[in-house]
């Protein structure tokens, strides 16, 4: 900040964007609001380092604070050792920005405080009970707290709690097998797809599986409340309880998927971690954006690489997907005759890549539900009962890495081959049965370890120290759809 003698101006350098050239304007009309205006000299703001392009509206407060403390309206010290972001209103008021929780967290880390706008600060408060953060209205507030005649009260931590109202599984009718597969999933995180004709409830099943996945940990909560932050979906900077649960839109671009645009903002996946990305109609997506998931799903990261920079986002997130048989939706029905042909079934699916197929753990047939099972009312297990036994199995998968030392890995669908062999313990039996899958299935390296995953999950869920031959002939029923989809094709 340099105010000097000369021709009147304001000027900001530093590779500004329209968003902060335009801050010029804010500022002085946000300051002539509280009672300030700027001298009649050249006004200098420097935004260094002078080489990195600076975008968004949150260099407002600080360009303000720090010409105030030039102008001597504030002390100099007052604002030393603090982070500030915060966009100003025309009448003097500090609006939300993106942003401000992991920028809170940075701070802290770093050992130093926060000036953040009074809507961000529940969000901020998450950073660190010892931490100083003041959050305030608007740029009145924050000068009569710096002079002594009013004191800005600490925020305070704010989350949304859990919905007590998600689909529960008990409304499903029939769809036992796919019940099971849902369960399993839910227990290991395993990537699923499902496959019947319209109206058979393969939508109702994938938006129940909220409802059986165990809560968020504390850690899991920060990481998911950062990224919305960063994408400005944190409501009234309150955090939010839920697993997240995406569903884009099958016309949904591969930026809005994966991350990217004008400033790399996180994408769907990101904003599924540690949560569900539910694509229906899947075969209706691009090509092209399907096989951009390849990466994130294997690495549980989306790396957005442009010219001037490169950002990483975590995306660990549970890929569950829909698809109806065919473009008419009724291939294989008894009595149902195509009008588009034999082939409208492999035309349909071949616009899923193998390589893509390859990385779902789960292949379910959901067959239409008949007139007996959605008229018969018997008593049908809730979402309550499922999760009880999902959350047994979690935690024994937690415990069992972290024994191994394994702290990062929670869940098998993240456990590699080696630890898999390990804790998997298969017999000659069971060894013998998977040689022979394999051979028949033509299952590649990455389709056998998914099966050794589902196997493992499958003896959690039934309370076995070592997964047994049953434990892996479930698991080779459930890709034993992508088996025939390959021969049809």
């Given at each position: 900040?340099?105010i000097?003698?000369?021709?009147?101006?304001?000027?900001?350098?530093?590779?500004?964007?329209?968003?902060?050239?335009?801050?010029?304007?804010?500022?002085?009309?946000?300051?002539?609001?509280?009672?300030?205006?700027?001298?009649?000299?050249?006004?200098?703001?420097?935004?260094?380092?002078?080489?990195?392009?600076?975008?968004?509206?949150?260099?407002?407060?600080?360009?303000?604070?720090?010409?105030?403390?030039?102008?001597?309206?504030?002390?100099?010290?007052?604002?030393?050792?603090?982070v500030?972001?915060?966009?100003?209103?025309?009448?003097?008021?500090?609006?939300?920005?993106?942003?401000?929780?992991?920028?809170?967290?940075?701070?802290?880390?770093?050992?130093?405080?926060?000036?953040?706008?009074?809507?961000?600060?529940?969000e901020?408060?998450?950073?660190?009970?010892?931490?100083?953060i003041?959050?305030?209205?608007?740029?009145?507030?924050?000068?009569?707290?710096?002079?002594?005649?009013?004191?800005?009260?600490?925020?305070?931590?704010?989350?949304?709690?859990?919905?007590?109202?998600?689909?529960?599984?008990?409304?499903?009718?029939?769809?036992?097998?796919?019940?099971?597969?849902?369960?399993?999933?839910?227990?290991?995180?395993?990537?699923?797809?499902?496959?019947?004709?319209?109206?058979?409830?393969?939508?109702?099943?994938?938006?129940?599986?909220?409802?059986?996945?165990?809560?968020?940990?504390?850690?899991?909560?920060?990481?998911?409340?950062?990224?919305?932050?960063?994408?400005?979906?944190?409501?009234?900077?309150?955090?939010?309880?839920?697993?997240?649960?995406?569903?884009?839109?099958?016309?949904?671009?591969?930026?809005?998927?994966?991350?990217?645009?004008?400033?790399?903002?996180?994408?769907?996946?990101?904003?599924?971690?540690?949560?569900?990305?539910?694509?229906?109609?899947?075969?209706?997506?691009?090509?092209?954006?399907?096989?951009?998931?390849?990466?994130?799903?294997?690495?549980?990261?989306?790396i957005?690489?442009?010219?001037?920079?490169?950002?990483?986002?975590?995306?660990?997130?549970?890929?569950?997907?829909?698809m109806?048989?065919?473009?008419?939706?009724?291939?294989g029905?008894?009595?149902?005759?195509?009008?588009?042909?034999?082939?409208?079934?492999?035309?349909?699916?071949?616009?899923?890549?193998?390589?893509?197929?390859?990385?779902?753990?789960?292949?379910?047939?959901v067959?239409?539900?008949?007139?007996?099972?959605?008229?018969?009312?018997?008593?049908?297990?809730?979402?309550?009962?499922?999760?009880?036994?999902?959350?047994?199995?979690?935690?024994?998968?937690?415990?069992?890495?972290?024994?191994?030392?394994?702290?990062?890995?929670?869940?098998?669908?993240?456990?590699p081959?080696?630890?898999?062999?390990?804790?998997?313990?298969?017999?000659?039996?069971?060894?013998?049965?998977?040689?022979?899958?394999?051979?028949?299935?033509?299952?590649?390296?990455?389709?056998?370890?998914?099966?050794?995953?589902?196997?493992?999950?499958?003896?959690?869920l039934?309370?076995?120290?070592?997964?047994?031959?049953?434990?892996?002939?479930?698991?080779?029923?459930?890709?034993?759809?992508?088996?025939?989809?390959?021969?049809?094709?």
């Open positions: 900040m340099h000097t003698p000369g021709l009147v101006a304001f000027n900001i350098v530093g590779l500004p964007d329209k968003a902060v050239g335009e801050s010029r304007e804010r500022v002085r009309s946000a300051l002539y609001a509280s009672g300030l205006s700027l001298p009649a000299k050249r006004i200098t703001v420097n935004l260094a380092p002078a080489d990195l392009p600076k975008e968004g509206s949150h260099f407002d407060l600080p360009i303000a604070l720090g010409l105030m403390a030039a102008m001597g309206a504030i002390p100099e010290d007052a604002i030393n050792n603090h500030v972001l915060g966009e100003l209103a025309l009448d003097g008021s500090i609006t939300a920005v993106t942003g401000v929780l992991p920028a809170a967290v940075a701070a802290n880390a770093h050992d130093k405080s926060l000036i953040c706008p009074h809507v961000c600060g529940p901020a408060a998450w950073a660190g009970d010892e931490m100083d003041l959050a305030a209205p608007n740029l009145i507030a924050l000068v009569n707290h710096f002079q002594g005649t009013q004191v800005l009260s600490k925020p305070k931590p704010a989350v949304h709690q859990r919905d007590a109202m998600l689909p529960d599984l008990r409304d499903v009718r029939g769809q036992e097998s796919a019940r099971r597969a849902l369960e399993v999933a839910a227990a290991g995180g395993h990537n699923m797809l499902m496959s019947g004709p319209p109206g058979a409830g393969k939508s109702m099943l994938a938006s129940r599986l909220p409802s059986i996945l165990p809560a968020l940990s504390a850690q899991e909560l920060l990481e998911i409340s950062m990224i919305a932050s960063i994408a400005g979906e944190l409501a009234d900077g309150a955090l939010s309880s839920a697993r997240p649960f995406r569903s884009p839109h099958h016309s949904a671009s591969m930026p809005s998927l994966v991350g990217g645009g004008l400033r790399a903002k996180p994408g769907e996946v990101s904003l599924a971690h540690h949560g569900v990305l539910f694509l229906d109609e899947l075969p209706e997506f691009q090509p092209s954006v399907l096989d951009a998931l390849r990466q994130p799903l294997e690495t549980g990261e989306a957005i690489t442009r010219a001037n920079y490169r950002v990483a986002y975590p995306a660990k997130f549970q890929l569950v997907a829909a109806n048989p065919c473009r008419c939706g009724h291939f029905e008894p009595g149902y005759a195509c009008r588009r042909g034999k082939n409208c079934d492999t035309e349909y699916q071949s616009r899923i890549s193998g390589p893509f197929l390859d990385r779902m753990d789960l292949f379910i047939d067959p239409a539900v008949s007139a007996s099972d959605m008229l018969t009312a018997r008593a049908r297990e809730s979402s309550a009962d499922v999760l009880t036994r999902v959350e047994a199995a979690r935690q024994r998968q937690i415990a069992r890495y972290a024994n191994l030392g394994l702290k990062n890995i929670r869940l098998n669908t993240h456990a081959q080696n630890i898999l062999e390990e804790v998997c313990a298969f017999d000659s039996d069971s060894q013998k049965l998977l040689y022979e899958a394999a051979e028949k299935m033509h299952l590649s390296a990455r389709g056998l370890t998914r099966v050794m995953r589902v196997a493992r999950t499958l003896a959690d039934e309370e076995s120290e070592t997964a047994s031959k049953l434990h892996l002939a479930e698991a080779l029923s459930y890709r034993l759809h992508q088996d025939s989809r390959r021969r049809a094709a």
